[in-house]
Structures are given as C-alpha cells and as structure tokens.
C-alpha cells in the first residue's frame, strides 16, 4: 500500500530556514509527481508545490515562489522541501501529496500524515 | 491564479438525507477538478478526479458533476462518516489552488 511519511518540522525562528523531507513507498516511485500541501491551524488546503517525476518540472504557489525549493531523490524514493526566510504565515501542517497520474502532473490522491511547522520567535 | 470558490461553507445536513456541494472557478479549467474530504486530525482522501470519476474504494453515494467553472459533489443518504470537510482543487492552471472548503455537520 502507498505510504507517505513527513519529517523535518519543527519550531524555527522567523527568517530561519528548514527542510522537510517525505519518504515514500507502496508504489513506483519514479514514475509520479509529488506534491507538497499545507494547512494552517484551523484553516483550510493551500497547495504549496510540485515536482514532476523526473524532476525536469517544478512550479510553486505565489506565497512561497523564489523562498521554498522542491526536489527529490529517486534513489531513495524521497522529496523534499526546502524552506528559506520563513515568515510567521508559513506556520502550518505540511503534507507529502502523491499525484494521481502516472508520469502527467494533476491533482494528487495519496496524502501523508503531515509535518508540522512553525515559525515563532 | 484561477480562485475556487465554494458554498455553502456549512452544510447542516441530517443522517439519510442528500447534500449539495459547489464549487466555482474563477475560469474554466475544464473538467480538471478534484474533491477531497477531510475529517478532523486526519489527511484529506481524494474522492473525485476529473470531476466525475469516482477513486479507488470511493462509495458509490459520492458523485461529481460539472464542466468549465460549475462544479458539483452530491453525497446521497449521507452516513455517520460523510460528516466531514469537502475541498475541491483545480489542476487545470498553475498554480493549482483549493477552495475554501464546506463543511458538512449534523443537523
């Protein structure tokens, strides 16, 4: 079965920079886009970013663009996001999102658990 | 961006009953249209994709309707477990955006 598991959140400093990483499992890794949804506490989905299978495409929200990167490893069945000048409003739980096309980007279908960031000083 | 917006944002709905969900789009984005339900502490599950198919293990009282800018979920004899929060998600246009979500209580 698909598995998804979030790791790297925690509490940052505004300014601050963090990772998160996703590994995944349960399916052909290599050939799906991956994405990375968030929520802030008590609020509703806010997609953040994607990558391609291959990672040859990648496009983000206009909240983060040009401060959070996406990429990942195929060797290691994992993405990743990287987080830099975090702000008080990128508090939120952020969830690993498998796309539901294989090699096509669209909307996604498996999600993890999520991983909690928040940004206070 | 293309904005996704969806009413009501509370449904009071009774156990046996039907519930109506909508969504608009800001612009077509076609049929590429997603809804996803969501409980309280847990992961959103996709219901539909392409705003009429049915995903995997999805009940079959679960049902999306709609083209361009006018979506619809419908949730027939709505069960103890339908009580939830519904979003619905444009993958037509980047950035892809959400709605502001309906949440559907007990009446």
Redesign the interface.
């Known amino acids: 079965q698909v598995q998804l598991v979030e790791s790297g959140g925690g509490v940052v400093q505004p300014g601050r920079s963090l990772r998160l990483s996703c590994a995944a499992s349960g399916f052909t890794f290599s050939s799906y886009g991956m994405h990375w949804v968030r929520q802030a506490p008590g609020k509703g989905l806010e997609w953040v970013a994607v990558i391609s299978y291959d990672g040859s495409e990648k496009y983000f929200a206009d909240s983060v663009r040009g401060r959070f990167t996406i990429s990942r490893d195929n060797s290691k069945n994992t993405i990743y996001l990287q987080m830099t000048s975090l702000r008080a409003e990128d508090t939120a739980v952020y969830y690993c999102v498998k796309d539901h096309s294989i090699v096509v980007l669209t909307n996604g279908d498996y999600w993890g658990q999520g991983t909690l960031v928040t940004v206070s000083s | 961006?293309i904005v996704m917006t969806q009413s009501p944002a509370t449904l009071s709905v009774s156990p046996g009953e039907s519930a109506t969900l909508s969504c608009r789009a800001s612009q077509s984005v076609n049929s590429?249209l997603?809804w996803?339900q969501?409980k309280p502490g847990q992961?959103?599950?996709?219901l539909i994709?392409g705003a009429s198919s049915r995903?995997t293990g999805i009940p079959a009282r679960f049902s999306g309707s709609g083209s361009g800018t006018e979506f619809t979920l419908t949730i027939t004899t709505l069960q103890s477990e339908d009580f939830a929060?519904y979003?619905c998600?444009q993958?037509n246009t980047?950035?892809?955006?959400?709605?502001?979500?309906t949440k559907v209580e007990i009446k």
């Open positions: 961006e590429n997603a996803y969501q992961a959103p599950r996709l994709y995903a929060a979003y998600q993958s980047w950035p892809l955006t959400f709605g502001g979500g």
